[in-house]
Nanobody
């Protein structure tokens, strides 16, 4: 089970930090990612990190603006977002996978409930 937090309504150019708290003891053994959903569209890959946090990948649209990190001792996943743009608006979900650094939402069988990020002009 995951609980995401940190979403909200911000202006373009602002920053936000999303957090995901996972329960259980297996979190450190999974690759993790942040995925985004918007109405009428499939999941959009944002960022992924491997099991021990030593490697990460990003979508082209967020590279240089977002940073994904994890703390396995605390079972948490984070996404630091800066220079937010209107196109970043959506529901953000943390997700786990047995295929670390996968870029397709189909590779993530475990999802949280999401947190909404809305970026105004």
């Amino acid at each position: 089970q995951f609980v995401e937090s940190g979403g909200g309504l911000v202006q373009a150019g602002d920053s936000l930090r999303l957090s995901c708290a996972a329960s259980g003891k297996t979190f450190p053994y999974w690759g993790a990612a942040w995925l985004r959903r918007t109405p009428g569209k499939g999941p959009y890959f944002v960022a992924a990190i491997n099991e021990d946090g030593t490697d990460s990948v990003y979508s082209d649209s967020v590279t240089g603006r977002f940073t994904v990190s994890r703390n396995n001792a605390e079972n948490t996943l984070s996404l630091q977002m800066s220079s937010l743009q209107r196109g970043d608006t959506g529901s953000y979900y943390c997700a786990l996978t047995g295929k670390p650094l996968a870029r397709s939402g189909d590779d993530y069988p475990l999802w949280g409930q999401g947190t909404q990020v809305t970026v105004s002009p």
